[in-house]
């Protein structure tokens, strides 16, 4: 499974941004598909999850009514619409896939496949 993430880039605040993330390789009805973002010098942070039937949402806090995820099965691609950005959202942001197990949805663990990140950046 190779995971493809897209639609980073840099943005006013208060501005949106929908960043995408293709699957590829075998399929993975099951997984729980999820976001996390990693800022300069901070540990990498759940943002949103989503299972494949659109179950199982969870958003941090601060993403809380202004960023939505999804997924598109038919294409196999998770979402993540970005609404009313600041600058504390500026990070990389990885999604991840992965089978249901013992972790938490929200810890990284619970996730094996990782896509390269994609950067964003929101300009006061």
């Known amino acids: 499974v190779q995971l493809q993430a897209s639609g980073g880039g840099l943005v006013q605040v208060g501005g949106s941004l929908r960043l995408s993330c293709a699957a590829t390789?075998?399929?993975?009805?099951?997984?729980?598909m999820a976001w996390f973002r990693q800022a300069p010098g901070m540990e990498r942070d759940v943002v949103a999850t989503?299972?494949?039937?659109?179950?199982?949402?969870f958003y941090a806090d601060s993403v809380k009514d202004r960023f939505t995820i999804s997924v598109d099965n038919a294409k196999d691609t998770v979402y993540l619409q970005m609404n009313s950005l600041k600058p504390e959202d500026t990070a990389l942001y990885y999604c991840?896939?992965?089978?249901?197990?013992?972790?938490?949805?929200?810890?990284?663990?619970?996730?094996?496949?990782w896509g390269q990140g994609t950067q964003v950046t929101v300009s006061s």
């Open positions: 989503i299972n494949r039937n659109g179950g199982s949402l």
């Open positions: 390789g075998r399929a993975f009805s099951a997984y729980v």
């Open positions: 991840a896939a992965g089978p249901p197990g013992p972790y938490s949805v929200r810890s990284g663990a619970a996730y094996r496949y």
